[in-house]
């Protein structure tokens, strides 16, 4: 498995046990709905910044990496 799919795995199981338990509580439906609306912006921003970020990110490697070879 990719670390992308690893991470919304995790992601989804997170969630699935959240609002499991939230079930289990006896929650007004305002706090639902509340929540609901929270992890589905939570969701629509990091998908945005996947976009965004495959969209503009640099392909080179990162870090820094000096061509000055030095010779004993």
């Known amino acids: 498995m990719k670390t ?3 991470v919304m795995l995790t992601v989804f199981i997170i969630s699935g046990i959240f609002f499991g338990i ?16 929270d992890v589905i912006l ?8 996947l976009v965004i970020t495959f969209t503009y990110g640099s392909s080179q490697r990162s870090g820094y ?5 030095i010779y004993v």
């Open 65 to 69: 990496r000096s061509n000055k070879r």
């Open 4 to 6: 992308n799919q690893l």
């Open 22 to 37: 939230l079930s289990l509580f006896d929650l007004p439906a305002s706090v639902t709905e509340w929540i609901i609306s």
């Open 42 to 49: 939570g969701a629509i921003l990091y998908i945005s910044y």
